[in-house]
């Protein structure tokens, strides 16, 4: 119904930087928010960063925030992870999230979660 596509993961030592993409697309949908997870070996899946879609809010962890950025398009249905002052500790697979309700042809479904595939972000020491 819902298909996310992310991009930007890779390699980066600590100190740098790296830009996520999670691009939404598929049926029609009507976004109530988007936002990025992720789970590092071992561990569960955790709370990064989301936005909302009408307005502009935004929430972090406690752990990224001053050096995380998540914006978005609209148009593109696309949001973005700006990773700035990596630390070894952030290295994870990093999961896009979009919560949205599908159109079913006659009424709109119940919001759902849907999940990207994951990209790997590797931050060396």
């Known amino acids: 119904q819902v298909q996310l596509v992310e991009s930007g993961g890779g390699l980066v030592q600590a100190g740098g930087s790296l830009r996520l993409s999670c691009a939404a697309s598929?049926?029609?949908?009507?976004?109530?928010?988007m936002g990025w997870y992720r789970q590092a070996p071992g561990k569960e899946r955790e709370f990064v960063a989301t936005?909302?879609?009408?307005?502009?809010?935004?929430h972090y962890a406690d752990s990224v925030k001053g050096r995380f950025t998540i914006s978005k398009d609209n148009a593109k249905n696309t949001v973005f992870l700006q990773m700035n002052s990596l630390k070894p500790e952030d290295t994870a697979i990093y999961y896009c999230?979009?919560?949205?309700?599908?159109?079913?042809?006659?009424?709109?479904?119940?919001?759902?979660?849907?999940w990207g595939q994951g990209t790997q972000v590797t931050v060396s020491s």
């Open positions: 999230n979009l919560r949205a309700s599908v159109w079913t042809g006659w009424s709109w479904g119940p919001e759902a979660n849907y």
């Open positions: 598929g049926r029609t949908f009507s976004v109530a928010d």
């Open positions: 936005i909302g879609w009408s307005g502009a809010s935004t």
